[in-house]
Protein backbone atom coordinates (compact mmCIF):
# COMPACT_ATOMS: atom_id res chain seq x y z
CA UNK A 1 0.00 0.00 0.00
CA UNK A 2 2.67 2.35 0.63
CA UNK A 3 4.81 1.53 -2.49
CA UNK A 4 1.64 2.49 -4.50
CA UNK A 5 1.09 5.38 -2.29
CA UNK A 6 4.34 6.77 -3.12
CA UNK A 7 4.24 5.88 -6.97
CA UNK A 8 1.27 8.17 -7.17
CA UNK A 9 2.52 10.51 -5.04
CA UNK A 10 5.32 11.01 -7.58
CA UNK A 11 3.44 10.27 -10.72
CA UNK A 12 1.69 13.19 -9.30
CA UNK A 13 4.28 15.40 -8.73
CA UNK A 14 5.97 14.79 -12.23
CA UNK A 15 2.72 17.14 -13.62
CA UNK A 16 3.74 20.68 -13.60
CA UNK A 17 0.35 21.93 -12.62
CA UNK A 18 0.20 19.70 -9.22
CA UNK A 19 3.35 21.55 -8.07
CA UNK A 20 2.22 24.60 -9.03
CA UNK A 21 -0.62 23.81 -7.02
CA UNK A 22 1.21 22.93 -3.70
CA UNK A 23 3.86 26.06 -4.64
CA UNK A 24 0.98 28.12 -4.87
CA UNK A 25 -0.54 27.31 -1.74
CA UNK A 26 2.07 28.45 0.24
CA UNK A 27 3.02 31.37 -2.06
CA UNK A 28 -0.81 32.45 -1.90
CA UNK A 29 -0.81 31.98 2.28
CA UNK A 30 2.12 34.21 2.18
CA UNK A 31 0.90 36.52 -0.26
CA UNK A 32 -2.78 36.22 1.43
CA UNK A 33 -1.84 36.87 4.75
CA UNK A 34 0.66 39.69 4.06
CA UNK A 35 -2.56 41.79 1.83
CA UNK A 36 -4.57 40.50 5.03
CA UNK A 37 -2.05 42.12 7.44
CA UNK A 38 -1.61 45.48 5.35
CA UNK A 39 -5.77 45.38 5.49
CA UNK A 40 -6.19 45.09 9.12
CA UNK A 41 -3.46 48.07 9.11
CA UNK A 42 -6.43 50.12 7.61
CA UNK A 43 -4.21 50.93 4.65
CA UNK A 44 -6.53 51.15 1.16
CA UNK A 45 -6.69 47.93 -0.49
CA UNK A 46 -4.91 49.48 -3.81
CA UNK A 47 -1.90 49.89 -1.79
CA UNK A 48 -2.19 46.55 0.08
CA UNK A 49 -2.49 44.55 -2.69
CA UNK A 50 0.11 46.15 -4.82
CA UNK A 51 2.50 45.35 -1.65
CA UNK A 52 1.75 42.04 -1.27
CA UNK A 53 2.16 42.07 -5.16
CA UNK A 54 5.53 43.32 -4.65
CA UNK A 55 6.78 40.85 -2.00
CA UNK A 56 5.00 38.26 -2.99
CA UNK A 57 6.25 38.55 -6.11
CA UNK A 58 9.80 38.16 -4.55
CA UNK A 59 9.25 35.78 -2.34
CA UNK A 60 7.46 33.17 -5.01
CA UNK A 61 10.09 33.67 -8.24
CA UNK A 62 12.56 31.16 -6.89
CA UNK A 63 9.76 28.71 -5.63
CA UNK A 64 7.79 28.77 -9.31
CA UNK A 65 11.06 28.59 -11.18
CA UNK A 66 12.77 26.08 -9.52
CA UNK A 67 9.87 23.83 -8.07
CA UNK A 68 7.60 24.11 -11.07
CA UNK A 69 8.92 24.59 -13.79
CA UNK A 70 12.55 23.42 -13.36
CA UNK A 71 14.48 27.22 -13.91
CA UNK A 72 17.01 28.77 -12.33
CA UNK A 73 17.33 31.52 -14.94
CA UNK A 74 16.95 34.78 -13.01
CA UNK A 75 16.95 36.57 -16.29
CA UNK A 76 13.08 35.65 -16.31
CA UNK A 77 12.05 38.28 -13.46
CA UNK A 78 11.06 40.61 -16.11
CA UNK A 79 8.14 38.42 -17.35
CA UNK A 80 7.67 36.73 -14.12
CA UNK A 81 7.07 41.12 -13.12
CA UNK A 82 5.02 41.22 -15.99
CA UNK A 83 3.02 38.46 -15.45
CA UNK A 84 2.25 39.69 -11.83
CA UNK A 85 1.44 43.02 -13.45
CA UNK A 86 -1.37 41.80 -15.24
CA UNK A 87 -3.02 39.86 -12.88
CA UNK A 88 -2.65 42.56 -10.31
CA UNK A 89 -4.63 44.90 -12.43
CA UNK A 90 -7.12 42.13 -12.74
CA UNK A 91 -7.00 41.50 -9.25
CA UNK A 92 -7.81 45.36 -8.47
CA UNK A 93 -10.48 45.61 -10.84
CA UNK A 94 -12.04 42.33 -9.46
CA UNK A 95 -11.64 44.24 -6.30
CA UNK A 96 -13.17 47.21 -7.48
CA UNK A 97 -16.15 45.64 -8.51
CA UNK A 98 -16.90 43.97 -5.54
CA UNK A 99 -16.82 46.28 -3.10
CA UNK A 100 -18.98 48.12 -4.89
CA UNK A 101 -21.55 45.27 -4.53
CA UNK A 102 -20.90 45.66 -0.46
CA UNK A 103 -18.59 42.31 -0.77
CA UNK A 104 -15.68 42.57 1.55
CA UNK A 105 -12.18 42.99 -0.15
CA UNK A 106 -11.06 39.72 1.91
CA UNK A 107 -13.72 37.48 1.38
CA UNK A 108 -13.48 38.46 -2.49
CA UNK A 109 -9.58 37.94 -2.70
CA UNK A 110 -9.88 34.30 -0.74
CA UNK A 111 -12.89 33.62 -3.57
CA UNK A 112 -9.98 34.78 -6.21
CA UNK A 113 -7.01 33.02 -5.40
CA UNK A 114 -7.68 29.55 -7.06
CA UNK A 115 -8.89 31.25 -10.44
CA UNK A 116 -6.31 33.68 -10.38
CA UNK A 117 -3.87 30.68 -9.38
CA UNK A 118 -5.05 29.13 -12.48
CA UNK A 119 -4.84 32.32 -15.09
CA UNK A 120 -1.35 33.02 -12.91
CA UNK A 121 0.33 29.70 -13.77
CA UNK A 122 -1.22 29.81 -18.04
CA UNK A 123 0.74 32.87 -18.10
CA UNK A 124 3.71 31.41 -16.47
CA UNK A 125 4.02 28.42 -18.63
CA UNK A 126 3.25 30.72 -21.92
CA UNK A 127 5.36 33.82 -21.46
CA UNK A 128 7.92 33.63 -18.32
CA UNK A 129 8.66 29.56 -17.89
CA UNK A 130 7.99 28.33 -21.81
CA UNK A 131 8.82 24.93 -23.27
CA UNK A 132 12.18 25.62 -25.31
CA UNK A 133 12.50 28.91 -24.72
CA UNK A 134 15.66 30.44 -25.77
CA UNK A 135 16.77 31.42 -22.35
CA UNK A 136 17.64 28.01 -20.85
CA UNK A 137 18.78 26.24 -24.19
CA UNK A 138 16.90 23.06 -22.54
CA UNK A 139 13.05 22.09 -22.91
CA UNK A 140 11.50 22.35 -19.90
CA UNK A 141 9.31 18.92 -18.61
CA UNK A 142 6.05 19.98 -17.43
Not at 62 to 67: A, D, E, L, S
Not at 91 to 110: D, E, N, P, S
Amino acid sequence: MAARTGEWVARLWSFGFARYLLVGAINTIFGYSVFALFILLHLHYVAAAFLSTVLGMFFNFKTTGIIVFKSRDNRRILRFSGVYGITYVLAIAVLRVFKALGIHVLVTAAVMALPMAALSFFLMRRFVFERGSRLDGVRASY
